[in-house]
């Protein structure tokens, strides 16, 4: 009797366990999480001049003790979006630099654990546009993952044109037609967007005749047109 007693008790004891278990598993998330949530207040002010640098420091410390308890993609990139801040408001050259190559890393390490994320991708070509990527092709590498996970991702799409036309010689042919394909695109979706980029960038500007012109050569003279008309 004593052996079916304690066989009866056996599934409550491994109930038990596994309710231990995953309370034991859940407690890193949890901390990780309610960190990370504190950051919210400074971190969204964080371009804000009023923000000050010791605040976004501590925003800095805090998310590197929320990736501590679990290294999240979230919160990778909200410490690159910090480091970036830090690194804009830096007034020393190798603080500045610091700043941004931790920006890269954390940028890096985000889309590591989101490789399909094209906001990450794009933020990446930006990063590595300041440190070096346009030379060592790095950012060209970055921008052709942006437009392949975003090809329809309307939030990015005048930056990854305008990313493209700074790097052109370094695109492959497949990824110029994309990029071109995405102008045809975009100019029915926000062309006031466009004809802002266009106006303050002369690459881009190029960029976006080129894709036009070998499109619809009436599209192109309508937008040639629109660039030049007045803002109301």
């Not at 998330?29 to 923000?51: D, G, K």
């Not at 931790?102 to 994320?117: H, L, R, T, Y």
């Not at 993952?145 to 799409?157: D, H, I, K, P």
Request: aromatic share 10%; proline share 3%.
């Amino acid at each position: 009797m004593k052996y079916s007693a304690s066989m009866r008790r056996l599934p409550a004891l491994i109930g038990a366990a596994g309710a231990i278990l995953l309370l034991f598993l859940a407690i890193p998330q949890a901390i990780s999480f309610i960190t990370y949530e504190l950051t919210t207040p400074v971190f969204e002010n964080r371009n804000n001049q009023e923000t000050s640098d010791d605040q976004l420091k501590q925003v800095r410390d805090e998310l590197l003790e929320a990736l501590s308890w679990n290294p999240h993609h979230r919160i990778w990139s909200r410490l690159g979006y910090t480091y970036l801040a830090l690194a804009n408001r830096s007034t020393d050259a190798h603080e500045k630099t610091s700043n941004y190559t931790s920006a890269e890393d954390a940028f890096s390490n985000a889309i590591s654990k989101s490789p399909i994320d094209p906001y990450l991708w794009t933020r990446l070509t930006y990063v590595r546009f300041i440190t070096g990527g346009k030379v060592d092709g790095s950012a060209a590498e970055a921008l052709k993952m942006s437009l392949l996970t975003g090809r329809l991702e309307q939030l990015v799409a005048v930056d990854q044109i305008f990313y493209a036309a700074q790097l052109w010689d370094q695109l492959t042919d497949d990824t110029k037609e994309t990029v071109k394909e995405k102008v045809r695109w975009f100019i029915n979706i926000d062309p006031a967007q466009l004809k802002k980029r266009c106006n303050s960038d002369a690459a881009t500007r190029n960029i976006v005749f080129l894709s036009l012109a070998e499109a619809d050569w009436d599209v192109f003279q309508q937008f040639v047109k629109y660039l030049v008309t007045p803002d109301d």
